[in-house]
């Protein structure tokens, strides 16, 4: 059985904690979509650039996986993630205040034998606890 673990290290060591967006494309495919809270991220290009705006708060960002579980196709993963708000981000300007917040990842992974890519992501985080430790 086909492990996904090496995907989804690489998305954090390489795209979350190293910036290189250059590999969105190699990981996921154009009709990625991102579930957290009430909102919904419906392409992998709205994906680039709500990352290009998070990275332009918390260029310093580091997330780490503390537990990983795969099932098929489908995958767990336990992370948290700190790091200083040095730029605006969501309508909260720069404040140079260090942050630590966790949260729960679900990745539905779906490859066919022509290798076309499909992933739904389902995000999960106390945002409160996120924007009271910048505020």
């Known amino acids: 059985m086909k492990s996904y673990h090496p995907t989804i290290q690489k998305l954090f060591d390489r795209v979350w904690n190293k910036q290189e967006l250059s590999l969105l494309g190699e990981l996921f495919s154009s009709n990625l979509k991102l579930h957290y809270g009430d909102a919904t991220v419906d392409s992998l ?3 680039r650039e709500m990352l290009k705006a998070f990275f332009s708060g918390f260029p310093n960002i580091f997330h780490a996986i503390d537990d990983y579980i795969e ?16 730029g605006d981000y969501a309508e909260i300007p ?5 942050f630590h917040y966790s949260g729960i990842t679900i990745f539905i992974l779906d490859i066919d034998k022509e290798n076309n890519r499909s992933m739904d992501l389902f995000g999960y985080y106390r945002a409160t606890v996120y924007t009271q430790k910048l505020n």
């Open 45 to 47: 290009e709205d994906f």
């Open 71 to 86: 099932n098929g196709n489908r995958i767990v993963t336990r992370w948290h993630g700190k790091g200083i708000q040095t």
């Open 94 to 98: 720069a404040g140079n205040k260090e």
